[in-house]
C-alpha cells in the first residue's frame, strides 16, 4: 500500500491531474492504479476520531492532560470573529484560527485583529474546497497561497495546518511539509454549523471531549448550514468552560497544547 501511494504521488506530481493519470490498458494497469489512487486517498481515513485517536494522537490534538487545546475555523468573519474575540476575552482564554486564504483577503483587518488579541492564526487552506478533489499542484498553490495571506495580514508566521473537513490526502501532508506547516484535526468537535443550538453544541462537544483534547467550532458561517451560526457558538463556551472547570484543565490555543517542533536555532541538548 505504501508503495503504492508513493507511485500514486510521483504520477500525480508528473501528471497534474487524476484524468491524465487512469487511462489503464491492462489488468495490471488497473490494479496498479487503484492501489496508487487508494494509497493517495488513505489518510483520509484518518478524518475517522476514533482511528486518528488511536494511531495519530498528536495529528488528533492530544496534547498536555492538564489542558484543553481551544480553535476555530472558517474565518475570519467581520461578526462571527470579533463575538467569539469577545467571549474568550472575559473567559480569559486564548484559542487558534485556522484561517482560509479567502477569508483573510476579504478580512485581513479582523485576521489582525485575531492575533493582536494574543490569539494563535493557523491554515485552513485558501478556499475551502476538499482536497480529495484536487491534484498536488493545486492543493500546495492552496495551502501555501494561505499561508502567505496569514503571514501578510497578521504579520504571525503560521505553524498549523488544518484541512477542509479534516480530509487529509498524502498531497495535503506534503503540502504542509513543504510550507512547513504541522497538520492537526481535533478530538470533540460541536457541529455548531448544523442549527442554531448552544446547548447541543456544548453536549455534542462534551461527549467526545477529555482531558488533553482539542476542540473545533467555527468563527464563521461561511460554510455553515445556517446563517450567524457563530452565535450559537459563542453562547456554548461558557457551558464548555463549566465542563473544563471540573476537570481543573486549563485552556489555551495550540502552541501551549502540544511539544513545539525543534528549531535550527535551538541549544543543543
Ligand atoms: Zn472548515
New binding site residues.
Given amino acids: 500500500m505504501v508503495g503504492a501511494a508513493l507511485v500514486g504521488c510521483q504520477l500525480w506530481d508528473q501528471a497534474g491531474s487524476l484524468g491524465a493519470v487512469i487511462r489503464p490498458t491492462t489488468a495490471l494497469g488497473v490494479a496498479a492504479t487503484t492501489a496508487a489512487v487508494a494509497g493517495w486517498a488513505a489518510p483520509a481515513l484518518l478524518r475517522a476520531r476514533v482511528l486518528r485517536t488511536a494511531i495519530c494522537p498528536k495529528l488528533a490534538g492530544i496534547g498536555q492532560l492538564g489542558h484543553i487545546a481551544l480553535t476555530f ?2 474565518g475570519p468573519d467581520p461578526e462571527g470573529t470579533p463575538a467569539v474575540l469577545d467571549a474568550l476575552d472575559q473567559l480569559g482564554w486564548r484559542a487558534t484560527f ?1 484561517m ?1 486564504g479567502a477569508q483573510v483577503t476579504r478580512h485581513p483587518d479582523v485576521a489582525a485583529a485575531v492575533v493582536a488579541a494574543g490569539h494563535e492564526a493557523a491554515v ?2 485558501f478556499s ?1 474546497r476538499n482536497h480529495l478533489t484536487r491534484g498536488p499542484a493545486d492543493v500546495h498553490r492552496d495551502v501555501a497561497d494561505a499561508a502567505s495571506a496569514v503571514l501578510g495580514a497578521t504579520g504571525a508566521r503560521p505553524n498549523w495546518f ?1 484541512p ?3 480530509v487529509l490526502t498524502l498531497a495535503s501532508l506534503r503540502a504542509a511539509r513543504r510550507v512547513g506547516l504541522r497538520p492537526v484535526l481535533w478530538t470533540a468537535w460541536g457541529r455548531d ?1 448544523e442549527a442554531h443550538n448552544p446547548a447541543r453544541v456544548a453536549d455534542t462537544v462534551a461527549s467526545h471531549l477529555r482531558p488533553g483534547g482539542t476542540v473545533l467550532l ?1 468563527d464563521s458561517d461561511c ?1 455553515a448550514r445556517v446563517t450567524d451560526s457563530w452565535r450559537s457558538t459563542v453562547q456554548a463556551l461558557p457551558r464548555l468552560a463549566a465542563l473544563v472547570d471540573q476537570w481543573g484543565c486549563t485552556v489555551g490555543p495550540l502552541r501551549d497544547h502540544l511539544a513545539r517542533r525543534p528549531s535550527p536555532t535551538d541549544p543543543a541538548p
Avoid: E, I, Q, S
Fill in positions: 475555523d472558517d485556522f482560509l485552513h487552506g475551502h488544518r477542509p473537513y479534516g454549523w467555527h460554510t
